[in-house]
Every structure is written in structure tokens, then in C-alpha cells.
């Protein structure tokens, strides 16, 4: 069994095609899913696809990029459901960050105090947290030393960061299609420094589709060829990667057996 531990299932490239999309992940091997929170306009449509199957999952957060929607009272709304697993996606993005050198120091103070804010609450409620890290790991390692939250979290998409390794104490690092990338070079060469009891496996679909399908939308059932790439690399059967990271995914999200 493989668990995605991050799948935008509610993005609408998936609208009307859901069965056939779960259908496809439950042959692959893939049985259960979370869904991240990054925009709160989807936040309850995410709600209501975890309702609907009984092995999808959610969080509540949200992304850099709208961290001018961030309400942390409407997050509460939905933080204490059965089904929500973990706070995030949260974190810090300089990818876009404005020109003008004041708009850029006030576009990144705003970004660290709604990240700060959402591992407070993680604190809070006692979940794990699901971070996002684009071109600001010192950042984002200078934050979570200081205000992460006990249950730890997964550094999704791990942007292979050596500085990022120091958090491997506490902290999963989510490998998707990224790794099966031919100029994932940094990454490949990282990866077996990761502990081998914090490897996650995620797609980030529709998002970063794994060779030989980039182009294409991503989906659940193309963690196989995630895991594949991680076996090859390793030297293990996939059958041992399945298992390891569905261990460590219901260690860290609390997920039934």
C-alpha cells in the first residue's frame, strides 16, 4: 500500500473525474490520500471529498502565495474534524516576490508571521504541519527551530537543501515526481542522506508529474513510479519502500491501519 500524502484532489482539473482518478490510484496501490490546505476558497470542498471517501484526508492552511486570505478563525472552523490530519500547506516562497526592495522586506515579513501563526496553531491543536519551501530554506529553517510545532511535520516537495537535513529529527521530507526528473540531480544525490523512517511519498497532483508523463496531469496512481525511482536509488524491492513510507505516513498523520 502507498500513501499520497499530498494531492490537490479538490483543484476542479479533477472536477467530474474523481472515481475514475481513485480508481486508477487503488490499482497502482495507492489507498490513501491527504489533501493539503493551500487556498481557503477550497477548503471546504476539500471537506466535503473527505466526507465522500473514506480514504482521503485533509488539512487546513494555507499557501504563501494567499497569505492575504489567511484567517486562522476559519480554519478553526474545520481544524477539530475527524478527518483533518495536519495543518498546512504552510511555509515561506521568494520565487515571486515583488522587485521594489521595500514591497519585497514587507512581502516576506507578512509570509513568516502567517507561517508562524499556522505552526501556533498546529501547537494548538496538536497536529503535524505540512510546510512549502521555495528559495528561502534558511528562512524557513530559522522559523522552524524556533516555532514548530511538537508533532513535527513533512517538508513537502523536499527541495533537496542540505541545511533542511538538520530537521530530520522531527521532520519527514516528502519526495515526489520531482526525483524522477533528469535534472534532479541535487536531489538524487541528497536523497539517501534522508533517514530512511522519514521518507514520505507524495505527487503534489495535479502538479510535477513524474517522467515519462510530464506534461501531463498528475494524479494518485503515479506514486508507483515515485516509488520506483526510490527502490532503484536505494537498491530495495518497491514492496519494502511501500511499506516504509506507509509506516511513516500513519506515524505522522495518525492514519488508520
Given at each position: 500500500?502507498?500513501?499520497?500524502?499530498?494531492?490537490?484532489?479538490?483543484?476542479?482539473?479533477?472536477?467530474?473525474?474523481l472515481?475514475?482518478?481513485?480508481a486508477?490510484?487503488?490499482?497502482?496501490?495507492?489507498?490513501?490520500?491527504?489533501?493539503?490546505?493551500?487556498?481557503?476558497?477550497?477548503?471546504?470542498k476539500?471537506?466535503?471529498?473527505?466526507?465522500?471517501?473514506?480514504?482521503?484526508?485533509?488539512?487546513?492552511g494555507?499557501?504563501?502565495?494567499?497569505k492575504?486570505?489567511?484567517?486562522?478563525?476559519?480554519?478553526?472552523?474545520?481544524?477539530?474534524?475527524?478527518?483533518c490530519?495536519?495543518?498546512g500547506?504552510?511555509?515561506?516562497?521568494?520565487?515571486?516576490?515583488?522587485?521594489?526592495e521595500?514591497?519585497?522586506?514587507?512581502?516576506?515579513?507578512?509570509?513568516?508571521?502567517?507561517?508562524?501563526?499556522q505552526?501556533?496553531?498546529?501547537?494548538?491543536?496538536?497536529?503535524?504541519?505540512?510546510?512549502?519551501?521555495?528559495?528561502?530554506?534558511?528562512?524557513?529553517?530559522?522559523?522552524?527551530?524556533?516555532h514548530a510545532p511538537?508533532?513535527?511535520?513533512?517538508?513537502?516537495?523536499?527541495?533537496?537543501?542540505?541545511?533542511?537535513?538538520?530537521?530530520?529529527?522531527?521532520?519527514?521530507?516528502?519526495?515526489?515526481?520531482?526525483?524522477?526528473?533528469k535534472?534532479?540531480?541535487?536531489?538524487?544525490?541528497?536523497?539517501?542522506?534522508?533517514?530512511?523512517?522519514?521518507?514520505?511519498?507524495?505527487?503534489?497532483?495535479?502538479?510535477?508529474?513524474?517522467?515519462?508523463?510530464r506534461?501531463?496531469r498528475?494524479?494518485?496512481?503515479y506514486?508507483?513510479?515515485?516509488?520506483?525511482?526510490?527502490?532503484?536509488?536505494?537498491?530495495?524491492?518497491?514492496?519494502?519502500?511501500?511499506?516504509?513510507?506507509?509506516?511513516?505516513?500513519?506515524?505522522?498523520?495518525?492514519?488508520?491501519?
Amino acid at each position: 500500500m502507498i500513501v499520497d500524502t499530498h494531492c490537490h484532489l479538490d483543484d476542479t482539473r479533477y472536477d467530474g473525474e474523481l472515481d475514475a482518478v481513485l480508481a486508477r490510484a487503488k490499482e497502482a496501490g495507492v489507498e490513501k490520500y491527504i489533501i493539503p490546505g493551500a487556498d481557503p476558497a477550497t477548503l471546504e470542498k476539500a471537506v466535503g471529498i473527505a466526507e465522500k471517501y473514506d480514504d482521503v484526508f485533509f488539512a487546513v492552511g494555507v499557501h504563501p502565495y494567499d497569505k492575504e486570505a489567511y484567517d486562522p478563525t476559519f480554519l478553526e472552523k474545520f481544524i477539530t474534524h475527524e478527518k483533518c490530519v495536519a495543518v498546512g500547506e504552510c511555509g515561506l516562497d521568494y520565487f515571486r516576490l515583488p522587485e521594489n526592495e521595500e514591497d519585497k522586506r514587507a512581502d516576506k515579513t507578512l509570509q513568516q508571521d502567517v507561517f508562524i501563526d499556522q505552526l501556533a496553531l498546529a501547537q494548538r491543536y496538536d497536529k503535524p504541519v505540512i510546510v512549502h519551501i521555495r528559495e528561502a530554506s534558511a528562512d524557513a529553517l530559522a522559523v522552524l527551530q524556533t516555532h514548530a510545532p511538537d508533532r513535527g511535520g513533512v517538508l513537502h516537495c523536499y527541495n533537496a537543501s542540505p541545511v533542511l537535513l538538520a530537521l530530520s529529527e522531527t521532520f519527514y521530507y516528502g519526495i515526489g515526481g520531482v526525483l524522477t526528473f533528469k535534472n534532479a540531480k541535487k536531489l538524487v544525490e541528497i536523497y539517501p542522506k534522508i533517514p530512511q523512517d522519514k521518507l514520505l511519498i507524495e505527487t503534489d497532483a495535479p502538479y510535477l508529474t513524474p517522467h515519462p508523463y510530464r506534461g501531463k496531469r498528475n494524479e494518485p496512481a503515479y506514486c508507483r513510479l515515485v516509488a520506483q525511482k526510490m527502490a532503484e536509488l536505494d537498491g530495495r524491492d518497491i514492496e519494502e519502500i511501500e511499506k516504509t513510507t506507509t509506516v511513516n505516513a500513519q506515524r505522522l498523520f495518525g492514519l488508520p491501519l
